[in-house]
């Protein structure tokens, strides 16, 4: 039985401390544990994204950090700088089609509107849906769906398809699923464009009220294969890596400091801008000491259909 025969399945994009992981290692403070990695509930995915707040700071999960705004925005604009250049060395038609599954509160949807010929975006989630309706309702040129990605058809052929966070949110099986069903849809020069939040090897598993699958790169480069699909390049999404860090900072300083002391805003807006300043060299830093900090990471992955692999940066 599949899991969409088990739960109802519902798009989203984007915690409590269970999770399971798959990748043989010995359990670890904060619930880790060894075994096969159990299937996501999709309803539980529906419930979370249908109560979040369509806010710049709450699908990048950076709500109750202390952070600013500006922390989202920064975010990103220093992602926007990396898909446009991935963007440019892809060749692809920018006069072309983009097809953006789970479009979360529209920020991607509307760069896509403003850089191609036309975007269609796709959000389950009806607060993050009015949210991006409110955003890229002006743009002609946008057409907005409130439905599953599981469920959608693509009736056009797309110079892009974009999926930011999406497939972590999707079971194994259904991650092929919903790619062996999009990608022919995509134009000859085509690429599939993923965003997605990493971990260092195997699966990490969460469940509970906030239900979510962390795989490395190497599996997703697995699952890829499995769709027809080549591994054009991989880079690092070192925006995302940095303000990690700043999270689990965080995190841990909660864990030792008792809460009427913690000063949440305070230390965030400190934590915030010391990654500013440190910027990209202060996410060598953990490598560099031998520390695997922060325990989440995020890629971009750019994927053709039937070409070989050309360049994988396995960061």
Known sequence: MSSRELTEPRSAQREDDSATRTDGSLPEAGGYSTGAAPLLDYAAVSRYWNQAKPSI?????????????????YRFNAECEIVERLIRSASINSDGAVLDLGSGV??????????????????????????????????????????????????????MIFLGGMLMYLNESDVISLLERVTPFLEPEGI???????????????QGDYQVAYRSVQ???????????????VELNTPYLLMQMGCEFIKKWKTIVPGPLQAIPLVGG?????????????????????IDFPMLTNHFFVLRRGFEVRAVALS
């Open 57 to 73: 700071l709450d699908p990048y999960m950076m709500v109750g950090f202390g952070f600013p705004a500006s922390a989202g925005t």
């Open 106 to 159: 529209g920020f991607w949807t509307e760069y896509f509107a403003q850089h191609f010929g036309r975007v269609t975006a796709i959000e389950a989630s009806p607060p993050l849906y009015q949210a991006t309706v409110a955003r890229c309702s002006k743009y002609a040129n946008a057409t907005l769906l409130n439905d599953d990605v599981l469920d959608f058809e693509p009736d056009n052929l797309y110079s």
């Open 270 to 290: 400190l934590t915030y801008r010391v990654m500013r300043m440190g910027g990209a060299g202060l996410t060598r830093l953990p490598d560099a000491l031998g």
């Open 192 to 206: 599939v464009l993923c965003r997605e939040s990493t971990v260092r090897s195997g699966t990490l598993t969460r």
């Open 219 to 233: 599996t997703y480069s697995s699952l890829f294969s499995k769709c027809g699909l080549s591994v054009d390049h």
